[in-house]
Every structure is written in C-alpha cells, then in structure tokens.
C-alpha cells in the first residue's frame, strides 16, 4: 500500500507541475505573438491558428490537473476523474495542434514531440496513479 508521505510527496510535486501549467497557460494566452513571431515563426503560427474552443480545452487540462492534485493531497477519490478529464483534454489540445497546424512540418519530430510527449506521459501517470489509490482504498 502506497504510504502517506509517498502519497503527500507525490501529490505535492504533481501540485507544482499543475501550478507550472497554470502559468504556462497565462503566458501563452497573453503573449505578443508579433515578438513571438521573431523568434519562433512556427510557434507563433501554431498559436495564431489555435481557436477558442482549443484555448478553453488547455484552461481545462491545467484547471483540472491542478485540482486534481489537490484533491488527492485531501485523499479524494474524485481526484482520478480530475486527472482524467485533463488526460482527455491534453489529448485533444495535442492533437489540435499536430493535426490542425504545419507545427510538426515546420520543427519537425524531434523538436516539436518531446515536450508533449513528456506532458501526455504526466497526465497518463497522474490518472493511473490515482486511479490505483482509489484501488487499494488510499483515495475515498
């Protein structure tokens, strides 16, 4: 059985990555992509051509993700539904931004997957971590 310390631990680190989403949200919603445009033409495409729905998909995951994380430091079985619907939402934002932009034609594979591979692989352990606390009753 998963400890308490391991699960405080765990939940606290996740806390963060969430907090981390949160601003990383803000800043890319409010970012000048005219300067962004300098730097990272892609980039600043890829933003550009992301539409409302897609903005509020990314507000979800990050939302979501976040209290999911409160809610399993509060041992709260919802916290697995949380870490779903974020899952679900990483997904789709991914998959709007491989599939409704030329991002992976313009960086290319080794740049533009690892960093969302990396953020799916987090959502995937923070759903199937929680969902086995719930399991093993750690999350009521």
Do not use: H, N
């Not at 495409?45 to 729905?53: D, G, S, T, V």
């Not at 939402?89 to 491989?98: A, E, K, M, P, S």
């Not at 969902?131 to 750690?138: Q, T």
Request: charged share 10%; glycine share 8%; hydrophobic share 65%.
């Amino acid at each position: 059985m998963a400890t308490s310390r391991s699960v405080t631990i765990i939940g606290v680190i996740l806390l963060l990555w969430g907090l981390i989403g949160i601003a990383a949200f803000t800043l890319q919603y409010s970012m000048d992509l005219d300067a962004l445009a300098r730097t990272d033409p892609a980039g600043a495409r890829a933003f550009a051509l992301m539409p409302a729905w897609v903005w509020i998909v990314y507000a979800i995951a990050v939302a979501t993700g976040t209290l999911g994380a409160i809610a399993l430091l509060l041992r709260k079985a919802i916290a697995a539904f949380l870490f779903l619907i974020s899952l679900v939402c990483v997904i789709v934002q991914f998959g709007f931004t491989f599939l409704g932009t030329d991002l992976l034609a313009d960086k290319g594979w080794a740049v533009a997957i690892p960093f969302p591979a990396f953020v799916i692989a987090v959502a995937v352990f923070e759903w199937l971590y929680a969902r086995s606390l719930v399991a093993k009753g750690v999350l009521r």
